[in-house]
């Protein structure tokens, strides 16, 4: 689960990059609408399935959840961000991408450098002292 919650992360970052690229273009331009609308949906379903898999880790290791919820907060407010993308709300929506990206980040982050769990004591050695 961890493998899968590391990729579903890095997906994250990889979709919000297109977000961001598309963003430049659709402001600028007005181009790029249909691929920035989706990418939008691409984060939705990512950090939904981000949100299950490490709940299922937290569930596995007893510990994590605040992870889980994070990425619980960011697959809700995709759906805020989404409907924040267009006309007099745009002012909110960028600062709004700013949060999205800081959490993905911060999950990536926390994922690549989590130690795996320690082995349980009663199956490991009694340690000899000389």
């Known amino acids: 689960m961890l493998l899968a919650s ?6 994250t970052i990889a979709v919000v ?3 961001f690229l598309t963003a430049g273009a659709l402001v600028q331009a ?10 939008a949906i691409a984060l939705h379903v990512v950090t939904g399935l981000l949100t299950v898999t490490l709940a299922i880790l937290a569930r596995q290791r007893g510990q994590g959840w605040w992870a889980a919820g994070v990425a619980c907060a ?21 600062p709004g991408a700013m ?6 980040i911060w ?8 130690q795996r769990p320690a082995p349980n004591a009663s199956s490991s050695a009694p340690v000899r002292s000389s």
């Open 74 to 94: 960011l697959f809700a407010y995709s759906f805020v961000q989404a409907y924040l993308g267009s006309g007099p709300t745009l002012g909110i929506h960028v």
């Open 6 to 11: 590391r990729c579903l992360a890095l997906l």
């Open 17 to 19: 990059a297109v977000l």
């Open 99 to 104: 949060l999205i990206t800081v959490a993905s």
């Open 107 to 114: 999950l990536v982050f926390w994922l690549f450098t989590r």
């Open 30 to 39: 007005g181009e790029l609408i249909d691929v920035h609308g989706g990418a």
